[in-house]
Each structure stands twice: as structure tokens, then as C-alpha cells.
């Protein structure tokens, strides 16, 4: 069992972290990634909860990679369907010749969606189902103009990044984005009647701005600091949606696939999206997502003349579409979504625990396997992040002003596992600045 568990064998960042460190910065665009004498390390390897980087030091995982490898870093049943299907047909032409691969995939995620009768759009990344869901919006309504949440976070594409809620990601373009989003404030359930106001404010801004075809919500604001609405407000926001015939565009592109302990969080209030966006766990690693559309507002889309008019080149990529399928097998078998239900309590009494005993911690939320530490100091937190490295545990700073602790640990992670990474965080909470 001491393979499951971290293990250092060089300072950190170890010397081929260090020097990989410097032949980046020489190679790669500034603002990508953060480069400091004490971060980052180079990941090499990952089994499971634990990662390996290039100098051999092995970390307990509790970021699952921003959430992608959700049954676990290497799951051998998706690696293995990757290299079959690439093996047989790595590429293939996916709106003119596309492959039976594809299909399977269309039909599996059929099967999943909570509305009867979907069809989905396959590409590669979250912004670009966010960019399909936009554009059928527009297709349904004929009306340009979206309703979305301040803090939201959507991609960073121009039209993913034109409806997302964060502003430093969109100061640096503001004079090229058009200015067709309304935004509004994300109920927060400290503050009273939090959902009714909020609903409340969702309404009238439709009445006001009749241009608006649709609102876009994450169900649990993932960038933002992973921040839960009161119970209810789904429901309420799809309820006026219905009424003023809006489409409700629902972004789980970081909380689907049984991470908050249902298949998707709109499930949890029985809620049925208009389009639901998926991404990042759908492949257990390789690049795919996916926008899920009721049938009506799917057949929006006219059909096609020999021109799609939305595709891109590596639309349903065979090797994509088989490892979607291999990785939906393994939520199944693993049962994800009773096992993200089965850790909320460990990890909840752990998190106020350490709350309880901690003056720096201001907050604890989540739920399933998707939770938040905020800090009341976005400085503290990033200490925290960069000593956890040099304790063997990866985490991963979240929050409008960095002062979040975000914590998406894959499903399959071990009871033991679990309570050891959160000893190492209490550890680093406790003494950020190691010895």
C-alpha cells in the first residue's frame, strides 16, 4: 500500500523540475503558466490518486487534474481504448465520413441526458460546446442577447469569454467583446431569501431586455470558488425560463458525470436543461466535450446541405469518442456518482473540523467530491498550494481573488488515501511555510 501514498526523493521542484522550468520560460508565451523558483513540477506519470513527476517525487492528488480524471489518472480501461482505437484509426472525417465510434458516443450520451430524446454536438473543449450552445440559443429565439451569472466562467474563447462572469479574464479584450450579456449576481445562501432575490432579478431583467434567448448557469460556480446556491434555485431559474421561452443553457462541464453525487448537478433538483454542456471528466483525459440539446431545440439546426455550418477538424476524433465510451463504463462500474454521495461526509466533517480549529479559514462548502476551502487571505492561500508540494499533496488555488483552496480529488481515491491527503492539508492550513 505505500504506493498509493506520497513520497519525496528530492527537494521540490526537483532539479529536472527546475531545469524543464527554464527551457519553458524560454519557449513558451508569457501569462500561460507561473513560473517561481518554488513551483511549479513537472508531472510525469499518474496512477489512480497519485502522481509522479520527472524527478521520481510522487504526490497525492486532490485537484484531479482540474477535475478531468475523475476514475483516475492512467485508468487502464480508457488508456487501453485509446491505443486500440489508434492503433485502428486515429482520425477520421467527422462531418462528411464520420466513424461508428462516433455514433456509439452520440447514442451513450443520449441515453445519459436528463431529456428525452437528445442529440449532442461533439468537439474538444468546454469553450467550444459553450460557443454551439450560444449559437442554437440564437437559432431557437432569434434573439442575440444571454443572460448569465457574475463569477461564472465559461472558457476563454471570444464568445465563451463575452457571456463569462469573471473580470480580470476579460479586462485585457473588453473592447472587442460586444456587449450582449446581461449579468447578474449568483445567489449566495449566507444571505436571506438569497434565491428568491436573486429569481427575482432574473425576471425582471428578462422582462426589461427582450432580446435576451438565453440564460447560462453552472449549477455550482466551479472558477468562482466552487459556490453552491440554495436549494431551489435551479428549479426557480428553469420555472422562469419556461415562462418567458428562454432556454436554459445548464454548464457542467466541471461538476457532470457523478461528481457532486448525481450523473449531473441539475439532477439533483430534477432539473432539465435546454442544453446541457459537458467537458473535462468526459474523456478520462483526452480532449473532448460535448453540448447535449433537447431534441426541439436540437432541430433547430437545419439539415446539412454538404456545408456543416459549426464543425471544426477533429469533430468526434475516434480516439476522443472511445475514450468517452471506456470512461462512461468506468463511472459506471465504479458507481461514481454513490461514491462522490459516500465522501461528502468524510470530507465535510474533516473540512469544519479543520475549520473549527483554524482562524484562517473563513468557509467551508461543497458538495459530493467538489469542495472549498476559502481562506480569508488570497495570499495564504497561494503559500498553502506551494507548501503542499513540499508536503507531497497537489493543490489547487480557486476564487475570484485567488482565496480558495478548490478540492475535485478523483472518485476511485481510497478511504485511506483520502484521510491522508486531508491530514497533509490540515498540515499545511495549520504551518504553510515548512521548515
Same mark, same amino acid.
Given at each position: 500500500?505505500?504506493?498509493?501514498?506520497?513520497?519525496?526523493?528530492?527537494?521540490?521542484?526537483?532539479?529536472?523540475?527546475?531545469?524543464?522550468?527554464?527551457?519553458?520560460?524560454?519557449?513558451?508565451?508569457?501569462?500561460?503558466?507561473?513560473?517561481?523558483?518554488?513551483?511549479?513540477?513537472?508531472?510525469?506519470?499518474?496512477?489512480?490518486?497519485?502522481?509522479?513527476?520527472?524527478?521520481?517525487?510522487?504526490?497525492?492528488?486532490?485537484?484531479?487534474?482540474?477535475?478531468?480524471?475523475?476514475?483516475?489518472?492512467?485508468?487502464?480501461?480508457?488508456?487501453?481504448?485509446?491505443?486500440?482505437?489508434?492503433?485502428?484509426?486515429?482520425?477520421?472525417?467527422?462531418?462528411?465520413?464520420?466513424?461508428?465510434?462516433?455514433?456509439?458516443?452520440?447514442?451513450?450520451?443520449?441515453?445519459?441526458?436528463?431529456?428525452?430524446?437528445?442529440?449532442?454536438?461533439?468537439? /474538444?473543449?468546454?469553450?467550444?460546446?459553450?460557443?454551439?450552445?450560444?449559437?442554437?440559443?440564437?437559432?431557437?429565439?432569434?434573439?442575440?442577447?444571454?443572460?448569465?451569472?457574475?463569477?461564472?466562467?465559461?472558457?476563454?474563447?471570444?464568445?465563451?469569454?463575452?457571456?463569462?462572469?469573471?473580470?480580470?479574464?476579460?479586462?485585457?479584450?473588453?473592447?472587442?467583446?460586444?456587449?450582449?450579456?446581461? *449579468?447578474? =449576481?449568483?445567489?449566495?445562501?449566507?444571505?436571506?431569501? %438569497? #434565491?428568491?432575490?436573486?429569481?427575482?432579478?432574473?425576471?425582471?431583467?428578462?422582462?426589461?431586455?427582450? #432580446?435576451?434567448?438565453?440564460?447560462?448557469?453552472?449549477?455550482?460556480?466551479?472558477?468562482? !470558488?466552487?459556490?453552491?446556491?440554495?436549494?431551489? *434555485?435551479?428549479?426557480? +431559474?428553469?420555472?422562469?425560463?419556461?415562462?418567458?421561452?428562454?432556454?436554459?443553457?445548464?454548464?457542467?462541464?466541471?461538476?457532470?458525470?457523478?461528481?457532486?453525487?448525481?450523473?449531473?448537478?441539475?439532477?439533483?433538483?430534477?432539473?432539465?436543461?435546454?442544453?446541457?454542456?459537458?467537458?473535462?471528466?468526459?474523456? !478520462?483525459?483526452?480532449?473532448? #466535450?460535448?453540448?447535449?440539446? /433537447?431534441?426541439?431545440?436540437?432541430?433547430?439546426?437545419?439539415? #446539412?446541405?454538404?456545408?456543416?455550418?459549426?464543425?471544426?477538424?477533429? +469533430?468526434?476524433?475516434?480516439?476522443?469518442?472511445?475514450? %468517452?465510451?471506456?470512461? +462512461?463504463?468506468?463511472?459506471?462500474?465504479?458507481?461514481?456518482?454513490?461514491?462522490?454521495? /459516500?465522501?461528502?461526509?468524510?470530507?465535510?466533517?474533516?473540512?469544519?473540523? +479543520?475549520?473549527?480549529?483554524?482562524?484562517?479559514? %473563513?468557509?467551508?462548502?461543497?458538495? !459530493?467530491?467538489?469542495?472549498?476551502?476559502?481562506?480569508?487571505?488570497? %495570499?495564504?492561500?497561494?503559500?498553502?498550494?506551494?507548501?503542499?508540494?513540499? =508536503?507531497?499533496?497537489?493543490?489547487?488555488?480557486?476564487?475570484?481573488?485567488?482565496?480558495?483552496?478548490?478540492?475535485?480529488?478523483?472518485?476511485?481515491?481510497?478511504?485511506?488515501?483520502?484521510?491522508?491527503?486531508?491530514?497533509?492539508?490540515?498540515?499545511?492550513? =495549520?504551518?504553510?511555510?515548512?521548515?
Amino acid at each position: 500500500m505505500i504506493d498509493a501514498f506520497e513520497r519525496l526523493v528530492t527537494p521540490i521542484p526537483g532539479p529536472r523540475s527546475r531545469a524543464l522550468a527554464k527551457s519553458l520560460a524560454a519557449s513558451e508565451v508569457r501569462g500561460v503558466t507561473y513560473l517561481a523558483p518554488n513551483y511549479p513540477v513537472f508531472w510525469e506519470s499518474g496512477d489512480g490518486a497519485t502522481i509522479t513527476d520527472v524527478d521520481g517525487n510522487r504526490y497525492l492528488d486532490l485537484t484531479g487534474a482540474f477535475g478531468v480524471a475523475l476514475t483516475g489518472h492512467g485508468n487502464p480501461a480508457v488508456a487501453r481504448a485509446i491505443a486500440e482505437q489508434a492503433a485502428r484509426l486515429a482520425h477520421g472525417m467527422g462531418d462528411v465520413h464520420p466513424t461508428a465510434v462516433k455514433v456509439h458516443l452520440l447514442e451513450r450520451l443520449a441515453s445519459l441526458a436528463p431529456a428525452a430524446g437528445a442529440k449532442s454536438f461533439l468537439c /474538444s473543449t468546454g469553450a467550444e460546446s459553450i460557443e454551439f450552445a450560444l449559437k442554437t440559443a440564437m437559432l431557437v429565439t432569434g434573439e442575440p442577447n444571454v443572460l448569465a451569472f457574475a463569477g461564472g466562467y465559461h472558457g476563454l474563447s471570444y464568445a465563451a469569454l463575452e457571456v463569462g462572469g469573471i473580470p480580470k479574464f476579460r479586462k485585457p479584450w473588453q473592447r472587442q467583446l460586444r456587449g450582449t450579456t446581461s *449579468f447578474v =449576481r449568483f445567489p449566495d445562501p449566507r444571505e436571506p431569501k %438569497a #434565491s428568491e432575490r436573486a429569481l427575482e432579478v432574473v425576471a425582471k431583467t428578462l422582462r426589461k431586455d427582450r #432580446s435576451i434567448g438565453a440564460v447560462l448557469v453552472e449549477p455550482i460556480l466551479g472558477r468562482a !470558488g466552487i459556490r453552491v446556491p440554495p436549494d431551489g *434555485f435551479l428549479k426557480g +431559474l428553469r420555472a422562469i425560463c419556461t415562462e418567458r421561452d428562454t432556454l436554459l443553457i445548464v454548464d457542467e462541464i466541471y461538476t457532470g458525470f457523478g461528481r457532486t453525487g448525481t450523473m449531473f448537478a441539475c439532477q439533483r433538483e430534477n432539473v432539465q436543461p435546454d442544453v446541457l454542456c459537458v467537458g473535462k471528466a468526459l474523456g !478520462g483525459g483526452f480532449p473532448i #466535450s460535448a453540448a447535449i440539446a /433537447s431534441r426541439e431545440v436540437a432541430d433547430a439546426w437545419a439539415p #446539412s446541405d454538404g456545408e456543416a455550418l459549426h464543425t471544426s477538424t477533429y +469533430l468526434g476524433n475516434p480516439m476522443g469518442c472511445a475514450a %468517452a465510451l471506456a470512461n +462512461l463504463d468506468e463511472i459506471e462500474r465504479l458507481d461514481v456518482p454513490g461514491l462522490a454521495r /459516500s465522501r461528502e461526509s468524510q470530507l465535510a466533517e474533516r473540512l469544519h473540523e +479543520l475549520k473549527r480549529i483554524d482562524t484562517q479559514i %473563513a468557509e467551508v462548502r461543497g458538495r !459530493g467530491l467538489l469542495w472549498a476551502l476559502e481562506l480569508k487571505n488570497p %495570499a495564504f492561500a497561494r503559500a498553502c498550494v506551494v507548501a503542499a508540494l513540499g =508536503r507531497g499533496l497537489v493543490l489547487l488555488q480557486s476564487g475570484l481573488r485567488g482565496e480558495v483552496l478548490a478540492l475535485a480529488p478523483p472518485a476511485m481515491i481510497s478511504d485511506v488515501q483520502l484521510e491522508r491527503a486531508l491530514d497533509l492539508l490540515a498540515m499545511v492550513v =495549520r504551518d504553510p511555510v515548512l521548515a
